[in-house]
C-alpha cells in the first residue's frame, strides 16, 4: 500500500499489476494527462482508459498502472510502469490505443512524463508522478 497523498480533488485507482512480477532491477515510468473540454468528454475518455486497463494483465512488459483523475479539473491519466522504455511504446504503438489516440487527437490536451527508475519503489514513482498530477496541466494554464 503506498503512502503518498496528492492534491485535494484527485483520485488514485488501486495498482493494477501486469503480467510481470515486480523486478527487482530498473523499470521504465511513463504519466499521462489529459485535458478535457467537457465532463462528458472526460467521462468518456476515462471510460476508454478503463477499457485499456482490462488488457493490462497480457499487456507484455507492463509491470503495472494507476489510473488517476481530478474531476473538478477535467484532467485524468495514468502512472504506467514497464520493463523497458522499448516496452512502453510497443503499447503506444499497440492498435487499440493508436485508434484512441486518433479519435481524440484535436481535442484534448495531452502532456506527458516518463523515466527510468533504479529499482520499483512504489512511494517513490507516485512522489515523482504528483509533480505531474499536482500541477496545472500546461494547456490550462
Do not use: C, N
Not at 483523475?69 to 503499447?91: A, I, N, Q, T, Y
Amino acid at each position: 500500500m503506498h503512502t503518498i497523498t496528492f492534491s485535494e480533488g484527485t483520485i488514485l485507482m488501486p495498482w493494477k499489476p501486469g503480467p510481470l512480477p515486480r523486478p527487482e532491477g530498473p523499470v521504465f515510468v511513463s504519466v499521462t494527462d489529459f485535458l478535457a473540454r467537457s465532463q462528458e468528454d472526460w467521462l468518456e475518455i476515462y471510460r476508454a482508459g478503463d477499457e485499456l486497463a482490462t488488457a493490462w494483465p497480457i499487456m507484455q512488459g507492463a509491470v503495472g498502472l494507476w489510473l488517476w483523475g481530478k474531476p473538478g479539473e477535467l484532467r485524468g491519466g495514468s502512472v504506467s510502469v514497464w520493463e523497458s522504455e522499448r516496452d512502453m511504446r510497443r503499447f503506444v504503438r499497440w492498435p487499440k490505443h493508436t485508434e484512441i489516440v486518433r479519435a481524440w487527437r484535436g481535442r484534448v490536451g495531452i502532456g506527458v512524463a516518463s523515466w527510468q527508475a533504479e529499482t520499483f519503489d512504489a512511494d517513490a514513482i507516485l512522489t515523482r508522478a504528483g509533480d505531474t498530477i499536482d500541477r496545472p496541466h500546461g494547456h490550462a494554464a
